[in-house]
Structure formats: structure tokens, C-alpha cells
């Protein structure tokens, strides 16, 4: 059979070479089950370790020794990147003129390894008044003597100049240290930051325990409880002078002694009803020198004296009515307090016979129930908010208006002229038409007449009335004149339920001008209604 060709069909296989038993390692022997013992080994196992001793011998003895793995390649922007150099160093500014020559100003620079470039900063110190922060971007800086700096150039104590800024290196951290001694450079000795002039004396001037500053609430003197909140008001006169010629205007003083600060406004002679915002202000909240005088005055500069100086400033027991001084070159006469004024100054320093502020008469006193007396007092008392307007609140009466001008471009221009009757303020609409926008031209407030009386002061003006507004009545409203040329039914029936509350020239004008509508109407009917026939 072994000369049989091997081609499919003339191969035998037999079975005998097939089979491979697997020797039986449990059986039964008498009922119950046996594990058989393993087959003794024909060497010991002193004999099989020292065979495999020898055979790893053969194995590796003949075979070469393999090389070591090389390192793995990194290239220098891998090896240096994320390594920076950091300097703690200062530069010096100059300051012209105050009490400091210069400022040292210290700042830390950093140096990138992979690239080359410089970065300086500059710590940030609270209320400092400096642009502190990043000074100069992550960059390549030019060498004064050509090419770039590099860290070979960094040293401690020398002179880093960037872009005509001179830095002073003074130490490094540990791993620049460390670097710059590996690489095989000599460090120079570390170099102490001088302290800034400036801070020295802002500390000096916090450790002082008797200074005061007006700039820094906390560190002022407390003030006494009965002291907090209290505002004293007095009546004055200012001197002023115009063209040479000096007249006093009257003004009210408001002094508040929590602050020692004194304030001048210009009196309100309204209603509370009538008042909308503060009057206007002479001096602001200030205080004011005792030193303010011709004689302390050099060049038109007032001399305050020296700082921390006591009793030197304007005190209550100055403004005792009747008194005169002088606030920052005017002079100011006291002439009367209000209550509270008189019983502080009598508590305090047992002042008598304090004259009382003025009062002013009204024109009539006011519908709402206002006394009509009103009180030189600048501070707006409160007004009490109420849920619901009363329809007297609420009235407005609305009038058409033009322009009283000779140009006929401006001739097509109406308004609506709005009167609040509940505070007598006027408001100003123009309304839309070709070529015009339109809108507010005038927001709600009392307008004053331009008519000055010469008896009257320029700080008491009149004001618009009702009275003064009918139809054909020319009005001035802030330079600009109006012609009144109509207004809405409700005028007319507002101005019959209260006859004797408006001029019975309102009243005419109205029931001529709608009668003269009512008259023009009647044909305009008669026509249309022949058309229809």
C-alpha cells in the first residue's frame, strides 16, 4: 500500500492509529468510587529541576545578546515647553512735584524657554491708583545690542531693559536657580526690593491714631448719638455783587452738625402739593473754614490752616441769629431759625430770643386743604400717597393751539396745550402732520409768565394760571409764542359746573367759540340732506 499514489481514494487510514485513549483516572472498585494514584515519576525532583537548569543553559548560551531599547526621541520645543522662568524684580517711576520723588514699583518677569519671550507683571495693591496688572505681553523684546534677549542675558542684580523701562532683577524661584546652575551659571547675590516712599506714608498716616480723614468714614471720631440726623435751618441773606453794585438775595442755610458741613440753597415759597424736586443749590454740603476771610485769602486762595487743626471750622454757635459771616469770600447774614433750630441753640448754649424763619403768603390758599402758608424750608415735606386720585385730581382740560409766528411754513403746525387743574402744570403736544413728526414739546411742570414786575424778585416769578387761558389768548412759554384756538367739550362743561372758579372771560370765549361750530354745522347739514332728496 505504500506504492499506492497519494491521490483521493488511494489513501487508507486504520483505526488502531486513530485511537488515542485517555488512561482512567477514577473507577469502581467493590460499589464505591476511586480516585486512581498517579504514576510514579521515573526522575526526582532534585533530577528534573537540575534538567531544566541544563536545558535553559543550551537554550540561552548559543543565542547573541539582544541591544538595549534606544530612548525615545522628544524634540526641544517638548522638552522645554511649559518651562518658565521666573525673576522678582522693580522698577522706579518719578512723580512730579507731591511730597514723593518716586515710586518703586515691583514686578516679576517671566522668561518662556521654547520660544524665547518675555512677560512682566506687576501685583496688584488695593487702592493704589495705579494701572497695575499685566505691564508687558508674552514677547520677543529686541537687545539693545542687536537680536533678542535670552536667558543667558538674566541674571540676579542686573538691568533688564524693555522697550526704555529698566528692571532691576532681585531673586528667582527654586527652579530657576536650579536650571540656570545646571545650564552653568553663576548666580549673583539676591538683591533686596527697596520699600516705595509712598506706601511708607500711607502706613504712617493709618498708624497715626489721631488723625481723621473726611474720605474715610471709619476712621472719623464717632459721633454722638444725639447728633446723628439732626439738620439745623436758618434764614439768610447773600451778598451779592453785579455790575458793582452788591445786593443781598435770601437763600436758607442748612447746617448739620454730625458732618459740621454746611449748605446753601434758594428758598421754596410752594406748597408741598406744588413741590417736585429740591431747589436749586447755592453751595453743596461743605465745610466751611473760619479762616475765610480778606485777610486769609492770598491770590484768591483761601487759607484753611493746617490740617487736624481744631476750631477751625464753621460751628452752630456762629450761626446764632442775628450773626454775619462769610462763607468762601460772600457774605452771609443770619436772620431767624426755624423751632427745632431755636431749641437746639438754646439747649446747647442757652441762646434767648432767637427770631423765627419767615412766612410767606400764598395767592389763596390751596383746594386741597393746604393752609396756604408756606415755610422758607428747602427739604419737600412728605406727601401722603393716596390709593385713588379724587376727580379733582384727575381733571385735565385739553385747548388747541398754533404758532404765533409770520413764517407760513409753520402755519399748518397744531398743539395740544393739556392743563392739570389739580397743581396748575402746563404740557405741550404738537401733533403729527406731513412731513412732521410730531410729539412732546413740552413735559408737565408750572410755567412761569415772562412779564417781570420790577416790585417783584427775580427768585418769586408767576406762574400760569387757569385764568390765563381762554381762546384767542397769546401765551409765552419758554420764548416761544402760542395762540389758544379752541378746545374740547368737557372745557365747556367744566367751566359751567365751576363758574366760580374760572375768569368769565373762559367762559364767554368757550360759549362763542362752540356756537360759532354749531352755526357753521346747521348748513353743512341742510345740504347733505337735500342731496339725499
Not at 526522575?43 to 528534573?48: F, N, R, T
Not at 522693580?90 to 521654547?114: D, H, K, M, N, S
Not at 410755567?447 to 406762574?463: A, L, N
Request: overall charge neutral.
Amino acid at each position: 500500500m505504500s506504492d499506492l499514489p497519494l491521490l483521493p481514494g488511494y489513501t487508507f487510514s486504520t483505526p488502531e492509529e486513530r485511537q488515542r485513549p485517555i488512561r482512567q483516572s477514577l473507577e469502581w472498585r467493590k460499589g464505591a468510587p476511586l480516585v486512581a494514584a498517579p504514576p510514579q515519576p521515573l526522575l526526582s525532583e532534585a533530577d528534573q529541576q537540575d534538567l531544566v537548569r541544563q536545558e535553559r543553559r543550551l537554550q540561552f548560551a548559543s543565542r547573541p545578546r539582544r541591544a538595549s531599547t534606544p530612548p525615545k526621541f522628544l524634540p526641544e520645543w517638548a522638552v522645554l515647553d511649559k518651562k518658565v522662568l521666573r525673576f522678582k524684580g522693580y522698577f522706579t517711576e518719578q512723580v512730579e512735584g507731591g511730597r514723593a520723588v518716586c515710586r518703586v514699583r515691583p514686578v516679576v518677569i517671566y522668561y518662556y524657554l521654547v520660544d524665547d519671550a518675555i512677560a512682566v507683571t506687576e501685583p496688584r495693591t488695593p487702592n493704589s491708583g495705579l494701572d497695575q496688572g499685566r505691564l508687558l505681553n508674552r514677547q520677543q523684546v529686541p537687545h539693545p545690542d542687536g537680536g533678542f534677549w535670552h536667558w543667558t542675558h538674566l541674571n540676579l542684580g542686573e538691568t533688564l531693559t524693555l522697550y526704555g523701562r529698566h528692571y532691576i532683577i532681585c531673586d528667582c524661584d527654586p527652579f530657576t536657580k536650579e536650571y540656570l546652575l545646571s545650564e552653568g551659571t553663576e548666580l549673583g547675590n539676591p538683591v533686596t526690593i527697596p520699600p516705595d516712599p509712598y506706601t511708607l506714608m500711607r502706613q504712617s498716616r493709618i498708624e497715626t491714631p489721631h488723625r481723621t480723614s473726611d474720605l474715610r468714614p471709619h476712621s472719623a471720631p464717632p459721633v454722638p448719638p444725639q447728633l446723628r440726623g439732626v439738620l439745623l435751618k436758618f434764614d439768610v441773606m447773600v451778598e451779592e455783587v453785579e455790575d458793582g453794585r452788591s445786593r443781598a438775595s435770601p437763600a436758607v442755610l442748612l447746617y448739620r452738625p454730625q458732618d459740621l458741613t454746611v449748605e446753601l440753597r434758594q428758598p421754596s415759597y410752594f406748597d408741598y402739593t406744588e413741590i417736585r424736586k429740591f431747589s436749586p443749590i447755592i453751595l453743596r454740603a461743605v465745610k466751611v473754614p473760619l479762616r475765610d476771610s480778606s485777610e486769609g485769602t492770598i491770590g484768591g486762595v483761601i487759607n484753611i490752616g493746617e490740617e487736624g487743626e481744631k476750631g477751625e471750622w464753621l460751628l452752630p454757635r456762629h450761626l446764632i441769629p442775628p450773626a454775619s459771616v462769610t462763607i468762601f469770600g460772600r457774605r452771609v447774614l443770619v436772620t431767624g431759625c426755624d423751632a427745632f433750630t431755636q431749641r437746639f441753640l438754646q439747649d446747647y448754649y442757652g441762646a434767648d430770643n432767637i427770631p423765627n424763619m419767615k412766612y410767606v403768603e400764598t395767592k389763596k390758599p390751596d383746594e386741597s386743604g393746604s393752609s396756604g402758608k408756606t415755610q422758607s424750608d428747602i427739604v419737600p415735606r412728605h406727601r401722603p400717597r393716596r390709593g385713588l386720585l379724587i376727580p379733582q385730581d384727575a381733571t385735565v382740560l385739553r385747548f388747541l393751539a398754533k404758532l404765533d409766528s409770520p413764517l407760513g411754513t409753520e402755519a399748518d403746525r397744531t398743539f395740544i396745550l393739556t392743563y392739570h387743574v389739580v397743581d396748575a402744570t402746563l404740557e405741550l403736544t404738537e401733533k403729527p402732520r406731513p412731513g412732521g413728526l410730531g410729539g412732546r414739546i413740552l413735559s408737565r411742570m408750572r410755567v412761569p409768565k415772562p412779564e417781570v414786575v420790577e416790585d417783584k424778585k427775580s427768585w418769586d416769578p408767576d406762574f400760569y394760571t387757569l385764568d390765563d387761558i381762554y381762546i384767542g389768548a397769546p401765551l409765552k412759554l419758554w420764548g416761544q409764542h402760542y395762540l389758544i384756538t379752541g378746545a374740547d367739550k368737557y372745557v365747556l362743561n367744566y367751566a359751567r359746573q365751576h363758574e366760580d372758579q374760572v375768569s368769565p372771560q373762559l367762559l364767554s370765549s368757550l360759549l362763542h367759540h362752540f356756537q360759532e361750530d354749531t352755526q357753521d354745522k346747521e348748513p353743512a347739514d341742510q345740504e347733505q340732506e337735500n342731496n339725499k332728496c
